[in-house]
């Protein structure tokens, strides 16, 4: 059910395009999430042309090019800098349409409580946000995905509640697979709450025992999550080795 994709946030931040094609064909990842900001460059300044080129050299790879990672965020305490946000997640999702991408991933990023803002208010803001660019995704078939993110945002009672508020179809999650996800010693409570919404997926160091890999396994195969799991690791001295061996392992816990 599951395919292997990658986060280039941390260990292809330094790679273009045709690198990160190279290296993950040849070790089994089918996918990739490209984060702004790195040398790939693939943001909204980018023109038409080069939009076409991006598509195509994807298009005419075994690698998909499945969502675009940005840093827009809705949590701000200033009402022009929720706005740029919103008009920025905008162009996000139009250079995601352009480029063949599905999903463009966005996050909470903390609350403002030491500002005096109720936890309600800013969860609030971020749904209406979301809903704002959901309706505007829904134009260019995009989806938007809510990373699990962000001190206090990241807990799964709130995500739950700014996808309510949401309320949108182009709105899901994408779990992060955090720490905090864990409840003596399971992550099923957590899973519960926001599973209805999961459209995507970030997984870490799969030999890290501390975090529960198989039973978020099985609890998305229970779901009937079928799309990508993408590794947000970081960076290597011998890339193509960690890469090989990730797959390897992916492929061995998810069977």
């Given at each position: 059910?599951?395919?292997?994709?990658?986060v280039t946030y941390n260990l292809a931040k330094?790679?273009?395009?045709?690198?990160?094609?190279?290296?993950?064909?040849?070790?089994?990842?089918?996918?990739?999430?490209?984060?702004?900001?790195?040398?790939?460059?693939?943001?909204?300044s980018i023109s038409k042309k080069q939009r076409s080129a991006v598509r195509r050299i994807f298009e005419d790879s075994p690698v998909r090019l499945l969502s675009l990672g940005t840093t827009c965020e809705y949590h701000?305490?200033?009402?022009?800098?929720v706005n740029r946000?919103?008009?920025?997640?905008?162009?996000?999702?139009?250079?995601?349409?352009?480029v063949g991408a599905i999903g463009v991933k966005v996050r909470p990023n903390g609350l403002q409580v030491d500002k005096g803002?109720?936890?309600?208010?800013t969860l609030r803001q971020i749904g209406d946000s979301l809903r704002k660019c959901g309706e505007y995704a829904e134009n260019y078939g995009v989806e938007i995905w809510l990373e699990?993110?962000?001190?206090?945002?990241?807990?799964?009672?709130?995500?739950?509640?700014?996808?309510?508020?949401?309320?949108?179809?182009?709105?899901?999650?994408?779990?992060?697979?955090?720490?905090?996800d864990i409840v003596n010693g399971s992550i099923k409570e957590s899973f519960n709450l926001v599973k209805d919404w999961i459209r995507s997926v970030h997984i870490r160091e799969l030999c890290d025992e501390e975090y529960p890999w198989h039973?978020?396994?099985?609890?998305?195969?229970?779901?009937?999550?079928?799309?990508?799991?993408?590794?947000?690791?970081p960076e290597s001295k011998e890339p193509k080795r960690l890469m090989k061996y990730y797959s390897a392992l992916f492929r061995e816990m998810t069977k």
């Open positions: 059910m599951f395919k292997l994709g990658l330094d790679w273009d395009i045709p690198t990160i094609i190279k290296m993950c064909s040849e070790t089994g990842f089918e996918a990739v999430e490209l984060r702004t900001t790195h040398a790939h460059g693939v943001e909204p701000a305490v200033e009402k022009e800098e946000n919103i008009e920025l997640t905008k162009e996000f999702i139009e250079l995601a349409y352009d803002i109720p936890v309600e208010h699990v993110h962000g001190k206090g945002t990241s807990n799964l009672r709130y995500i739950r509640k700014i996808m309510e508020i949401a309320d949108h179809e182009n709105v899901g999650v994408c779990w992060n697979s955090n720490m905090t039973e978020l396994f099985d609890l998305l195969k229970a779901s009937g999550y079928d799309r990508y799991c993408l590794a947000e690791i």
